[in-house]
């Protein structure tokens, strides 16, 4: 089968199997990477920089030395 065959009979499918197609293309492409699939059931940690003001005011003083840097040269 062509691509362009995939493709067309793929649109005739109803959302929820487009929905399953998509996700059984997801874990294959997962496998072929050699990425560890997230589980559903778990709890991941992920990083925010909600209450971190004090490194944005690190940044933001990183940024300002920069400026002044890059004003000294002009």
Known sequence: MSNPELLAQLRQLSHAEKV???QFLTAELTK???LKSLDNAAVYRAWSPYDYGDAAQKLMSLLEQEETT???KC
């Open 32 to 34: 072929e990477e050699g």
């Open 20 to 22: 399953e197609v998509m």
């Open 70 to 72: 890059e004003n000294a």
